[in-house]
Nanobody, 119 residues
Framework: QVRLVESGGGSVETGGSLRLSCAAS????????MAWFRQAPGKKREALAR???HGTETRTGRFLISRDNAKNTLYLQMNRLKPEDTAMYYC?????????????????WGQGTQVTVSS
């Protein structure tokens, strides 16, 4: 069982920055793909970025994903935030699965951290 706990969300003004963290525990499997998703009210959950166990990262937008395997922590650096970035942000882990951008590939999810960007 993998437990994921996000932190670092909050309220910022347009143009501000936030760094989200996701602490992972409960797995000894080093071959874990991790990703960040977000979901705004009334919208589908969307993938933002993913990173495999070797550190190869792919993003769908302007936010930067990184991971520190020694600390079992995933990060999302968000700069130049806009009001449309307001959403609940989730980290997810794919254990023994494909490392892609589909929600169905991720079998563990955090509880989410709220990001609110004011204009």
């Amino acid at each position: 069982q993998v437990r994921l706990v996000e932190s670092g969300g909050g309220s910022v003004e347009t143009g501000g920055s936030l760094r989200l963290s996701c602490a992972a525990s409960g797995t000894t499997d080093s071959n874990v793909c991790m990703a960040w998703f977000r979901q705004a009210p009334g919208k589908k959950r969307e993938a933002l970025a993913r990173i495999d166990a070797h550190g190869t990262e792919t993003r769908t937008g302007r936010f930067l994903i990184s991971r520190d395997n020694a600390k079992n922590t995933l990060y999302l650096q968000m700069n130049r935030l806009k009001p449309e970035d307001t959403a609940m942000y989730y980290c997810a882990a794919a254990v023994g699965s494909v490392c892609g951008f589909s929600e169905t590939e991720y079998n563990y999810w955090g509880q989410g951290t709220q990001v609110t960007v004011s204009s």
